[in-house]
């Protein structure tokens, strides 16, 4: 009998690490990151995540253009972001050691798959000779591997061919992240039996380089050193680990239920909202109808007609979405349904770069409507938030009768973190009646404190009313021309949306409610913002934090909550429209700070404008 030990290597300890894996569209770095992202949230540590598509569907592989990159970061203690910058980089060709080099700091660790730099990859991006041994990447701790090479020797007698062999050295380097982070492979290993379990081979050759990956970290003399991150001591309850896209289909579910009403959702596939799509379409059994629209327009026309019938009518998009279904927007204001618009921002304008972020959409679903047109905006700050903000669009549309608008992006649809699972019998009943009684029924009657109208359901006795585009008579709901009368409905209908402002939560600060600078957000900017003034307290700084989720109305104590500080800074990912919005509103000199690269900001950036402005006298 042979007795096999290990070979013995330091264990560091460490709080937070983050790491980048990058390969070709091909390479599957979204299954690895995703992956190690399980594994880590099973093992208890608290995670945020960034994936990195590419925008070409089928960009030349080995190319620029068609890199594909996923971020983790993984830690003992509560995190907001997927990090500023990777502390590991996993490259798997030429094209994704020049794509992300730049983000890796000096001395970071650089893992490579040495068998992708051939001649031709590397002419493929420009390198002039191999970065590998031409001693260009001196500055950081190289591990160059011949990662095909293992994957192939480990893969020999399965009878596969060069393609499949190649499709799983993915797993090979999974594999040898997860001895490098003391990461078990079980969970991993009990994925692939589920997902290729009608395919034993292929099961088979994925396990086979997951372990020869692992096995390579064990017996190879190369690494000196592995890297505990102990689980985080997060709130108690029971977790999963959750995408924005799948926390919004999972909070409209759960809305649905608690307004007793079958939701439908009409949508045209557009990236990055399409997940939300799939998501709902498995949910038959809680009453969820989808129907995929042959276009923009008849998606949210088919929404409108089902809140007109009764249902909780939804449609989502993202930006060039919306500039097609305003006319219809405008029709549901005209007519006071209630109708969930979600608009999964993402960079513009026109086809823009469909798969990267931006908070670029605000001022078109405040303002891109012809006429006074208004409509509430609500908006989500991390993956799990886009459940508790996706059950507080529902809530509002019902009680106002109204369109509410649900403001996320790519970088929280796409990005991952711990969510924690509610008690549904906690969650407030949402439900409204629908009108049944003839008497004294009006269609544009109003309640005397929301002022939203009645819900009267097509094929209710007694009911027949008339809705449309043409403005209707205050009361009756007749087509009008009176001057004195679209007055009166434009006023009534502002009205009712400056109203929620009594119906929802005051804007809270995280600091002190007095000092030297405010830093105000809304979206996903949460997690940098949270993080840049985390280190800013700590360093002593009189600097607070105040985040928006509810963009329309604000809530009633945001002038006064602005007024206690002797600067406030606004970063977004766009050109300033929320800046544009609190200068106008409140009157107050807030500076902006803007970056639209398709990237979130990084905690280092928004800390150094603080730091800039707080200097300022």
């Known amino acids: 009998m042979t007795i096999t030990t290990r070979r013995p290597v330091d264990v560091q300890e460490l709080d937070r690490v983050t790491i980048r894996f990058a390969g070709d569209s091909g390479d599957g770095m979204q299954l690895t990151g995703t992956q190690f992202t399980r594994t880590a949230a099973v093992f208890g540590n608290d995670i945020s995540t960034l994936p990195d598509f590419p925008a070409e569907i089928r960009a030349p592989a080995g190319s620029l253009p068609g890199v594909s990159g996923f971020q983790l970061s993984f830690s003992s203690s509560d995190i907001h972001t997927p990090g500023d910058a990777p502390d590991v980089l996993v490259a798997m060709n030429p094209a994704a050691l020049k794509s992300n080099l730049g983000e890796l700091p000096p001395g970071g660790a650089l893992i490579v798959n040495e068998d992708a730099f051939t001649q031709t990859n590397l002419n493929k991006v420009g390198y002039a000779s191999n970065p590998l041994i031409d001693g260009s990447l001196k500055s950081w701790n190289l591990f160059s591997i011949p990662i095909s090479t293992l994957n192939t020797r480990a893969l020999e007698g399965l009878g596969l061919t060069s393609k499949q062999v190649d499709l799983t050295k993915n797993f090979f380097a999974l594999g040898l992240m997860f001895w490098l982070y003391e990461r078990s492979m079980e969970p991993t290993i009990s994925w692939i039996d589920e997902k290729f379990g009608k395919r034993p081979m292929i099961a088979e050759s994925n396990k086979r380089a997951l372990k020869a990956g692992y096995a390579f970290g064990e017996t190879t003399e190369m690494f000196h050193t592995t890297y505990r991150v102990p689980a985080a001591h997060l709130p108690a309850g029971t977790y999963r680990n959750i995408t924005g896209n799948e926390a919004t289909a999972l909070g409209f579910v759960i809305a649905g239920q608690k307004a007793d009403r079958p939701l439908f959702y009409g949508s045209y596939p557009i990236t990055p909202a399409s997940d939300i799509l799939h998501q709902l379409s498995t949910y038959k059994n809680f009453g969820v109808k989808t129907f995929q629209a042959e276009d ?12 007109y019938g009764g249902a909780l009518g939804m449609t989502g998009t993202s930006g060039p ?20 618009v979600i608009d999964v921002q993402r960079a513009g304008p026109s086809t823009g770069m469909p798969t990267k972020t931006e908070q670029a959409d605000l001022l078109q679903v405040l303002y891109g409507r012809n006429g006074d047109s208004p409509i509430p905006v609500v908006a989500p700050s991390t993956p799990a938030d886009c459940f508790e903000v996706a059950f507080e669009a529902v809530r509002l549309a019902l009680k106002y009768m109204t369109p509410v608008v649900y403001l996320s992006d790519a970088f929280l649809a796409t990005g991952a973190e711990p969510w924690r699972l509610p008690d549904v019998d906690d969650l407030p009943d949402i439900s409204v009646s629908n009108q049944t009684e003839p008497a004294g029924f009006h269609p544009y009657s109003r309640d005397p404190v929301t002022l939203a109208r009645p819900w009267a359901v097509p094929g209710t006795p007694g009911l027949e009313h008339r809705i ?29 949306i400056a109203g929620i402002a009594d119906d929802i939560p005051d804007l809270q600060v995280y600091g002190p409610e007095r000092g030297d600078l405010l830093i105000l957000g809304w979206g996903s900017t949460y997690g940098s913002i949270r993080s840049a003034v985390e280190r800013l307290q700590a ?18 104590n945001t002038g006064d909550v602005l007024a206690g500080y002797r600067r406030v800074l606004i970063p977004e990912l766009n050109l300033g429209q929320l800046l544009l919005l609190i200068r106008a509103r409140y009157l107050i000199d807030a500076v902006g700070y803007d970056r ?3 990237k979130p900001f990084r905690i280092a950036e928004i800390v150094a404008e603080a730091e800039r402005l707080l200097a300022e006298h």
Not at 321 to 339: D, Q, R, T
Not at 470 to 492: C, F, W
């Open 296 to 307: 923009e327009i008849a998606a949210i026309g088919s929404a409108i007609g089902a809140s």
């Open 321 to 340: 979405g919306i500039a097609l279904k305003s006319e219809a927007m405008n029709l549901a204001v005209m007519v006071e349904l209630p109708l969930i």
């Open 468 to 496: 449309g585009g043409l403005e209707k008579a205050d009361i009756s709901g007749n087509v009008s021309y009176d001057p004195d009368n679209h007055h009166r409905m434009q006023t009534l209908r502002a009205a009712k």
């Open 539 to 556: 360093d002593g700084k009189a600097v607070a934090h105040a985040h928006l989720r509810h963009l329309n109305p604000f809530p009633k």
């Open 596 to 598: 639209v690269r398709g």
